[in-house]
């Protein structure tokens, strides 16, 4: 079984930064995508951003110029650098990742626990 656990979040004045850390630990045979989404008081939740295992990114039109994604393959572990970050962007962060526990075990998909971000003043 894979677990994700995501670190990083907090309070962040607007126009600050945060980096959101989400290591993947346990029986690992192979992660391929890892994924942020967050989701909003009343909202649904959203893909923020993407990468996969060779480092191809993709953005949400809301965070494109602003966050980026990155990951560490070796320590399977995927982050989130958010600058200049808004309030609208307050929400509860997941991290997500397609990913084997073993060889020929099938792929499944994973999600972390969440963390919360608030920006405010």
């Known amino acids: 079984q894979v677990q994700l656990v995501e670190s990083g979040g907090g309070l962040v004045q607007p126009e600050g930064s945060l980096r959101l850390s989400c290591a993947a630990s346990g029986k690992i045979f192979k992660i391929y995508a890892m994924d942020w989404y967050r989701q909003a008081p009343g909202q649904q939740r959203e893909l923020v951003a993407a990468?996969?295992?060779?480092?191809?990114?993709n953005y949400a039109d809301s965070v494109k110029g602003r966050f980026t994604i990155s990951r560490d393959n070796a320590k399977n572990t995927v982050y989130l650098q958010m600058n200049s970050l808004k309030p609208e962007d307050t929400a509860v962060y997941y991290c997500?990742?397609?990913?084997?526990?073993?060889?020929?075990?099938?792929?499944?998909?994973?999600w972390g626990q969440g963390t919360q971000v608030t920006v405010s003043s």
């Open positions: 990468i996969t295992t060779s480092g191809s990114t």
């Open positions: 997500n990742a397609d990913g084997q526990g073993s060889m020929f075990g099938r792929r499944t998909t994973y």
